[in-house]
Structure formats: structure tokens, C-alpha cells
């Protein structure tokens, strides 16, 4: 796939305009100039929401903007575009479970040798009973195409005969987006942010959006990937920063539940929860 997507954070226009509304540089009656205001963060983009402004076509699916209003019959006015509304609206749920893979072999010199280790095996197998509990049809699986979440994936489904799995190279880990603050310890080259981002922003909008309008019931959907996939993805969808997904923890095997309303809004039900697992259970490696 040739992915010609930027990553993006959504967040900024009323940021960018209260940092220009203020005055720069302004004279003191004694000559001294006032300090310039701070500079607005990178995310403060001029054509975004700002902070705390919910952008309800965030996924580009609100009806009104599928809607082509020019080619409007004037005659049949507002009976015709509220039709047409009618038939572009969502009318089911989306439940978005995200889990990170178990605990593997980090030293594997190749990818393929990144295997599940013994406790990680467990964690898979405990993470498999907790979805298996709740009880819920889910409609499919869909993974990333590591290894680790291969395995991880193998065991989960065990639990939950009868569904369906999809690989996709979309949910591999990578570099989303430099974080803010930046840190010590993991500094990848730019070109992998350049690279990663892209098909990581790709996974989001791809998976990560309100019904579509011919679904009729509610799903239940699980992803099962990466640390850094999944903080993304929580960011992006919540319209928090992007650039503050590592400041969120994931442990292994961990559940993330996000919801999609019909109109767009989006709620965090559970963030990293491995509260099923016993503590001597439990890593984040």
C-alpha cells in the first residue's frame, strides 16, 4: 500500500489565535520592551478545533459533510436534506477493545525471534479469559503482523471460538510521533517518525471511526497490537495532543476499551487495564 498519509494531531485553532491576540513586543513607558509570549505548541495548528473544542467531524463521516449541498433540489428544500441526512447517519455503536501484546523475547535478533516468553504466554491466556467473561459477541479480530502479536493472538482467540481474525502490516509498532516532552532513553531517527507516522495516523483513520450507516447493530471489535500503536490511537481518538501518547503506561496483555457513538463521540471506558491478572502477573517489557 502506498501510504501518502501525514501524521496529524487535531487541537490548536483557538490556541494559535489566543497566542496572535496577544501583544508582542509591546513598549514599556520605559523603554523596555514587554517579554513575547511563549510560542504556541506544535500541535496549535491555525485550521484545527483548540484545546477542549470537540471537532464532531473528526473522522470525516458526519452526515452533513457527505452531503453535497450544491447539487440541493431547491423545490423539495429541506425534505430532500433531511432525507439525505437520514441515510448518511450512523445508527450503531462501535466498541473498540485494544490490547497490547504479552510479555516476548526483547534480545531476539530478528523480529521472528521475538517470541512470546513462557509468563507471556499466561498473560494471553488470562487476557483471553477476561474478554471471553464479558460475555459479548465480538465480530472480529484484526492484529498486527509482529510476531509477538501473532502469538498473543493465537491464544486470545482460543478463548473466543468462532470469530474471525484479520493481519494487517497497518498495526505494527513503530515511531507515531516525537513525543512532548521528549525523552532520554528512546531517540528513533527522524525518517522513522517520517515513516512509522504515516502508516500509523493510516491505521487510525482507517479503524478508528463511527459506524457505518448500513450497520445495524452494535460491534464489538478487538485490536490486538503495540504499546505505542495503541497510546496513539487513544490520543487521536479522544483529540487529545498526539504528541502526549508517551506519557501514557500499557502493560502487557493489557485491555484499552474505547466507544463510538453514532454521533461521533468518543469515550475511554478502560485505559491499560490488566486488573484480572494476578500482581505477580503483570510487566510492562
Known sequence: QALQLAACGLAGGSAAVLFSAVAVGKPRAGGDAEPRPA?????????????????????????LSLINLRKRNVESGE????SKLDHYKAKATRHIFLIRHSQYHVDGSLEKDRTLTPLGREQAELTGLRLASLGLKFNKIVHSSMTRAIETTD????????????????????APIEPDPPVSHWKPEAVQYYEDGARIEAAFRNYIHRADARQEEDSYEIFICHANVIRYIVCRALQFPPEGWLRLSLNNGSITHLVIRPNGRVALRTLGDTGFMPPDKITRS
Open 79 to 82: 425534505e430532500e436534506l433531511a
Open 155 to 174: 491464544i486470545i482467540s482460543r478463548h473466543l471460538p468462532g470469530v474471525c481474525k484479520v493481519s494487517t502490516d497497518l498495526l505494527r509498532e513503530g
Open 39 to 63: 510560542e504556541p505548541p506544535a500541535w496549535a495548528g491555525g485550521a484545527r478545533p483548540g484545546p477542549g473544542v470537540w471537532d464532531p467531524n473528526w473522522d470525516r463521516r458526519e452526515p
